[in-house]
């Protein structure tokens, strides 16, 4: 039959019981296989590790900046690794790094849970920051109810524009009166 139809005779399951065999194109039927695999690739997110550093004597315009980065990379779904780096004599003061680590973890809030707590190795202090997925969800859905809400509340008081605009008169003649009647007699020069 295959060979009647110019097709080929596949076995699709030799385990069953008989085996199951199909008749079909079997390059086409790679093809397809092929470019589904590659659309299942092209689906799966590849988490990558970020990493900012942090000193224990930043500034707060710095503070600001790699804050920002820092959740410009979560937002990305990626995970943040924060070091921070100590010399000289800051290594006699790690409570100021645990400060500076716990205003990151405040800064950062709702969006990242905290993966590894902080700890030393050696000059450094790191922890690892992950993406909290249904926490984003639910600001961007906050978010999103904010925008609905906001745009009804501007169509509503546009409505009650246009309305107010109707009731004033619209015609050109009726305004001209109106200006007319309002404005007091104009002088003609020789009148005295």
Same mark, same amino acid.
């Given at each position: 039959?295959?060979?009647?139809?110019?097709?080929?005779?596949?076995?699709?399951?030799?385990?069953?019981?008989?085996?199951?065999?199909?008749?079909?194109?079997?390059?086409?039927?790679?093809?397809?296989?092929?470019?589904?695999?590659?659309?299942?690739r092209?689906?799966?997110?590849?988490?990558?590790?970020?990493e900012?550093?942090?000193?224990?004597?930043?500034?707060?315009?710095?503070?600001?900046?790699?804050?920002?980065?820092?959740?410009?990379?979560?937002?990305?779904?990626?995970?943040?690794?924060?070091?921070l780096?100590f010399?000289?004599?800051?290594?006699?003061?790690?409570?100021?790094?645990?400060?500076?680590?716990?205003?990151?973890?405040?800064?950062?809030?709702?969006?990242?849970?905290?993966?590894?707590?902080?700890?030393?190795?050696?000059?450094?202090?790191?922890?690892?920051?992950?993406?909290?997925?249904? #926490?984003?969800? =639910?600001?961007?859905?906050? /978010?999103?109810?904010? %925008?609905?809400?906001? @745009? $009804? &509340? !501007?169509?509503?008081? *546009?409505?009650?524009?246009?309305? #107010?605009?109707? =009731?004033?008169?619209?015609? /050109?003649?009726?305004? %001209?009166?109106?200006? @007319? $009647? &309002? !404005?007091?007699?104009? *002088?003609?020069?020789?009148?005295?």
């Open positions: 039959m295959a060979r009647g139809l110019d097709l080929d005779l596949v076995e699709v399951a030799p385990m069953a019981n008989p085996p199951v065999c199909r008749i079909m194109d079997y390059g086409k039927f790679r093809y397809e296989e092929a470019q589904k695999a590659k659309e299942a092209r689906k799966t997110t590849h988490v990558t590790v970020k900012v550093k942090f000193r224990p004597k930043i500034g707060k315009g710095d503070f600001d900046t790699k804050m920002r980065h820092l959740v410009e990379f979560i937002e990305e779904g990626h995970k943040v690794k924060v070091t780096q010399r000289g004599r800051e290594m006699a003061h790690p409570e100021l790094g645990r400060k500076i680590l716990d205003d990151v973890i405040a800064s950062a809030g709702p969006i990242a849970k905290v993966e590894n707590q902080a700890r030393m190795e050696g000059r450094s202090m790191s922890l690892v920051l992950s993406p909290d997925k249904q #926490a984003q969800e =639910a600001l961007r859905k906050a /978010a999103e109810e904010a %925008e609905k809400k906001a @745009a $009804a &509340e !501007a169509a509503a008081s *546009e409505a009650a524009t246009s309305d #107010a605009d109707a =009731a004033e008169p619209t015609d /050109a003649a009726a305004v %001209e009166s109106n200006d @007319a $009647a &309002e !404005a007091p007699p104009k *002088e003609v020069p020789g009148d005295e």
